[in-house]
């Protein structure tokens, strides 16, 4: 999975009780719901614009967009000891540069890892720890987003988390999430792995900050039912954030290229919109938990798509 993604990390979620490390406390249910939602998109940096006057016609399209957060990739793991790192300083410069446009632009750190290749092990932990940190080292970030595909198995994915959440003391931590598995949608073998339980979701929302539920390769054929199921899967998943001290963005796509697991003519941005939308209308969404929208990928975005989403910004209040 290749992706862009601008967020807002760190909205008011439960406290957690996890050894070095604290979250801020969740206004009740009774609070009037947050009004502060930021898109994201996924960006390889290879795409992003390196002179001053074309980051600035990238930022006013971001704008317009309503996504103020990119999750730029800044490496990505071939194996626990060969990691190939993306070119930092370009990064560190661009987030600078688009800066200068809107202080609330967020360049965040995306490092990529195929567990097909490299499975998680637990003594090579450090050696993941090693490389992250540097990245973040050199960025200057406080905050990583970690793509591992796919998350299994699921206890040693959930140590793995565990395991830089004791280490990297002061992070915030997103992950591209595996989708909510409910009964009501079966699923087909080619896709249960990215498919999660409602526990096994929750233990991973206990170890990390943010979960960008990948909300694509789904394997649905009919837009009602991927529509029903988002609206299902993000009130469900909003309930298991507040529970777990983690908040919830949704990770939707904007390609094209038709798999056994992806039908574009039902996975696409306006559908996955309404059903952000319909979730809105359920009395049981716990909104403080719910972040915003991420794209996959901003190289992937056409004018049809960047209209659904300013359409999507202006229904709803942005900071």
Excluded at 1 to 6: N, T, V, W
Excluded at 17 to 42: C, D, E, I
Excluded at 74 to 90: E, I, K, N, T
Excluded at 180 to 187: A, G, M, N
């Amino acid at each position: 999975m290749m992706k862009i993604a601008i967020w807002i990390a760190g909205l008011q979620v439960i406290s957690s009780t996890l050894t070095g490390y604290s979250r801020p406390q969740a206004p009740s249910s009774s609070s009037p719901p947050s009004s502060v939602f930021v898109h994201s998109a996924w960006a390889l940096e290879k795409s992003l614009p390196r002179d001053f006057k074309r980051i600035r016609d990238l930022a006013k399209h971001l704008e317009e967009m309503g996504i103020l957060r990119l999750f730029v990739r800044a490496g990505r793991f071939r194996s626990p000891s060969s990691f190939v790192s993306s070119d930092l300083a370009m990064l560190r410069q661009f987030q600078k540069f688009i800066q200068n446009w809107n202080s609330d632009f967020q360049v965040v750190p995306w490092i990529g890892l195929n567990t097909r290749k490299a499975p998680l092990k637990s003594r090579n932990f450090p050696l993941y720890l090693k490389e992250i940190a540097g990245v973040l080292r050199v960025t200057s970030q406080s905050e990583i987003h970690l793509d591992v595909e796919p998350l299994f198995p699921v206890d040693e994915s959930i140590n793995f988390f565990s395991y830089l959440r004791q280490h990297l003391h002061g992070v915030k931590i997103g992950v591209a999430a595996p989708k909510l598995l409910l009964k009501e949608f079966p699923v087909s073998e080619e896709v249960r792995k990215d498919f999660w339980d409602v526990n096994e979701l929750e233990r991973l929302c206990f170890v990390v900050d943010e979960l960008v539920v990948m909300y694509y390769d789904t394997g649905f054929y009919k837009i009602s039912d991927y529509i029903k199921y988002l609206r299902q899967s993000l009130v469900k998943l909003s309930a298991v954030a507040a529970q777990g001290g983690c908040s919830v963005t949704a990770g939707i796509p904007a390609y094209y290229q038709p798999t056994v697991k992806h039908n574009p003519a039902v996975e696409n941005v306006k559908n996955a919109l309404k059903g952000v939308l319909e979730a809105f209308s359920e009395p049981s969404f716990f909104t403080p938990s719910f972040v915003g929208v991420a794209v996959y990928s901003l190289s992937h975005i056409d004018k049809t798509e960047a209209e659904e989403l300013s359409k999507f910004t202006a229904n709803i209040r942005y900071r």
